[in-house]
């Protein structure tokens, strides 16, 4: 079953409002950090916290207007069928320009509640296709003029991911109507076009890897599909075969060169960096909602531990960061990576504790981590 039948499959109870995964949800990991994304953002106050690290949700009142979707760092909200169906849908026909805009714009591909309810990891699958035109209404004026905090979120995401250079040259947005880019033919015979040009059906436009999960990261695997595509067609094959480049600059990510030789944009994931204050604890690991943080053993008898993250999995939200005792992880940042689906490894003087074999300092006197020697004593 590929990825979208599995996830329809999943959504048939939750036709008609998104649903939470609570065992995603940054609140329901831990209680020091609250988080009140999904609360702050939803216009109808669907969502509550009783009480630290509980969550509770009243989906009568959910008009499905996809916010807390969007919102949500952890994607720890999936998007409802219906609402899924439609982004869906528009991304695996458009092999261009798209326009889209709210009910206060004018006629567009795609229209919706509210523009900011599309993910910003949507948003760059269909900047990558062609240029993306977004039109609102006077949002100072619109009774849901709270809403335009979510489509400034999500533009500020867009355009880290793209760089300022693409940003300005692939998503446009603007209030007037007569700015819009202008059509030479119908939107029948626009979708006639593209069936045309591609031959290929929605579900052979958008594959995804065998291990991806139908879950509120649906749009970030899609994403990353296209992100490999994009370097796939855009550079030059000897490039490959040369991933260091002196122009890359001190921080070693690779210099991209596409055909014609031109820069190819700069795609950015934004996502946490390890320093050299990481002791390997597993605090990090433990808790992040994506599974995004690992840890290995360095070669037999080496005093050496690695920790590494898996950009494509991490979903930028934060909190390995904010709970991390020694500051080991910084805070999330724009960051390019080629291939993006590499583990980024980080290398941890250390030694194994002779009990449990979990890493303590390389320079620590004894054999036993902190956990045992108290295990011990209490004995």
């Known amino acids: 079953m590929s990825l979208w039948q599995e996830y329809l499959t999943r959504k048939l109870v939750f036709e008609s409002h998104p649903s939470l995964n609570e065992k ?6 831990q209680t020091r950090h609250p988080c009140t994304a ?7 106050n669907v969502f509550s916290m009783p009480h630290p690290g509980s969550m509770e949700t009243d989906w009568d009142l959910c008009t499905d207007c996809g916010l807390c979707v969007s919102i949500c ?10 609402q899924a169906e439609k982004l869906y849908a528009c991304a695996s026909h458009c092999t261009g320009d798209i326009i889209i805009s709210c009910k206060s714009g004018s006629v567009s591909d795609l229209t919706l509640e509210n523009p900011g309810a599309i993910p910003w990891e949507l948003l760059c699958f269909l900047a990558l296709q062609g240029i993306v035109t977004i039109v609102t209404g ?15 979120q999500t533009l500020a995401q867009t355009r880290a991911f793209l760089g300022d250079e693409m940003y300005r040259s692939r998503i446009h947005c603007t ?45 970030r695997q899609l994403l990353l599909y296209r992100v490999k595509q994009f370097y796939t067609d855009s550079e030059d094959p000897e490039a490959l075969e040369k991933r260091k480049d002196p122009s890359a600059g001190p921080s070693g990510n690779p210099a991209v060169k596409s055909k014609s030789g031109a820069p190819v944009p700069a795609l950015r994931w934004t996502i946490p960096q390890f320093s050299a204050s990481c002791t390997a604890c597993g605090i990090c690991m433990r808790m992040c909602p994506s599974g995004a943080l690992l840890r290995a053993p360095g070669p037999e008898g080496s005093a050496r531990f690695y920790t590494a993250l898996l950009p494509h999995k991490c979903t930028g939200c934060g909190l390995c960061s904010r709970v991390c005792p ?16 590499r583990p980024i490894l980080h290398a941890v003087a250390a030694k194994s504790c002779s009990r449990c074999r979990e890493p303590i300092p390389a320079d620590s006197g004894s054999d036993l981590c902190d956990r045992c020697r108290a295990e011990l004593k209490s004995v």
């Open 175 to 219: 209030q007037d109507p007569a700015s819009l880019p202008s059509r030479l033919y119908t939107r029948r015979e626009a979708m006639s076009l593209a069936l045309r040009r591609t031959g290929r059906t929605a579900s052979a436009l958008l594959p995804v890897p065998p291990d991806s999960v139908p879950d509120g990261t649906l749009w």
């Open 73 to 82: 760092p952890a994607r720890a909200v999936s998007p409802a069928r219906l």
């Open 138 to 152: 006077s949002c100072p004026d619109c009774e849901k003029k709270t809403c335009r905090s979510s489509l400034d």
């Open 24 to 29: 995603h949800c940054l609140n329901h990991l």
């Open 38 to 44: 999904c609360i702050d953002i939803c216009p109808e």
């Open 326 to 341: 020694v500051q080991g992880m910084l805070a999330p940042s724009p960051v390019r990576l080629n291939p993006v689906d």
